[in-house]
C-alpha cells in the first residue's frame, strides 16, 4: 500500500516533511523486498519517485528492472546519490537476502555508503503516511514470520519518525508483551493474522488498522536521511540482513567464497 493520504492533512504533513531539515541536503536510493512488496525509491533533489509492486517470490526478477527504470543511467554516484537505504529485516529470508546482496553491489560498485532501517519501523512510517495512524499514536508493526510466529515490534514517533519503544522480536503470539500501558495503540501489519492467538488483555487495548498493510520503500527515506545524518551508516562489507531468528546467518562480502 504507498497510495498517498487520503487526507489532506497528511499529503501536507509529507510534503513539509519532504522539505524539511532532515531531507534538504541528501539523495537516497532506497530497497525494500523484505515482505511480498517489490519496492524501490529514489529520493533526488526534493523529489520523490517509486515503483512498488506486490509480488511474491519474483523480486530477484522485477528488483533490477526496477532500478533500471529510475536510474537509467547506472552510476549512483555521478547522478548524485549520496547512500543506498535498505529494509535489513526483519522479514522473509530470500527477500532479505535479495536486498542485501543488491545494496552491498550498488554501494561497493558506488563506493557509497549504506544505511539499514527497520522493516517493521518502515512499516509504521508507511502507516503514518497514509493516514491510517496519527503521529501521537503508538503502533504495534507486525510481519507474519510463519511456523504460527510474528515479528514484531513497537513504534512511537518522534518529529514524524518511527522511533523503536520496544525492538523487533519474533515470538509466538501468545508471547507478545506489551512493557507499559499505552493509549492510542494501533496495530499494522500480516502479523494480525493471529490476533485471535494474542493475549485478551493486548487485543483490547489494540485498534486494529490494516493487516494488509506492507512497508513502502518510500517511507524508509526520512528514517535512512535521519540516520545517515547522524553517521549511522555502513560500508559494503558490513551489509547485512537482520533476521531476529537466531540461527540464521549471513555472509558479508569478506566472507563470501571462503570454505567452512
Not at 519517485?49 to 509480488?55: A, K, P, Q, R, V
Not at 523480486?59 to 537509467?72: A, D, I, K, N, V
Not at 539499514?116 to 502507516?127: D, N
Not at 493471529?194 to 493486548?202: E, K, N, V
Request: charged share 20%; hydrophobic share 40%; with cysteine.
Amino acid at each position: 500500500m504507498c497510495d498517498n493520504p487520503t487526507s489532506g492533512n497528511f499529503n501536507l504533513l509529507w510534503r513539509e516533511f519532504l522539505q524539511g531539515s532532515y531531507l534538504r541536503m541528501t539523495n537516497i536510493l532506497a530497497i525494500d523486498t523484505s515482505t511480498d512488496a517489490c519496492s524501490v525509491a529514489l529520493y533526488m533533489d526534493g523529489q520523490i519517485s517509486e515503483l512498488h509492486e506486490n509480488t511474491p517470490r519474483q523480486h530477484s526478477q522485477r528488483l533490477f528492472s526496477m532500478l533500471r527504470e529510475l536510474l537509467p543511467d547506472g552510476n549512483l554516484r555521478e547522478q548524485g546519490i549520496d547512500a543506498v537505504a535498505y529494509a535489513n529485516g526483519p522479514g522473509s529470508f530470500t527477500g532479505l537476502r535479495i536486498a542485501a546482496s543488491a545494496v552491498q553491489g550498488l554501494a561497493f560498485a558506488n563506493d557509497l555508503p549504506a544505511v539499514p532501517v527497520s522493516t517493521l519501523a518502515c512499516q509504521s512510517q508507511t502507516a503514518l503516511r497514509t493516514g491510517l495512524v496519527g503521529s501521537g499514536d503508538t503502533v504495534l508493526s507486525m510481519l507474519d514470520a510463519r511456523i504460527s510466529e510474528v515479528y514484531w515490534a513497537l513504534y512511537k514517533f518522534e518529529e514524524q519518525l518511527a522511533t523503536a519503544i520496544q525492538e523487533p522480536l519474533v515470538s509466538s503470539p501468545q508471547s507478545i508483551v506489551i512493557k507499559q500501558h499505552i493509549s492510542h495503540l494501533h496495530a499494522v501489519g500480516g502479523g494480525l493474522r493471529y490476533l485471535d492467538s494474542m493475549p485478551s488483555q493486548l487485543v483490547s487495548a489494540l485498534k486494529v488498522t490494516d493487516e494488509q498493510l506492507l512497508p513502502c520503500a518510500r517511507d524508509l527515506i526520512p528514517l535512512a536521511i535521519a540516520q545517515y545524518e547522524r553517521g549511522y551508516v555502513e560500508h559494503a562489507v558490513d551489509v547485512a540482513p537482520l533476521y531476529v531468528r537466531e540461527e540464521v546467518s549471513w555472509k558479508k562480502i569478506s566472507e563470501q567464497g571462503k570454505s567452512q
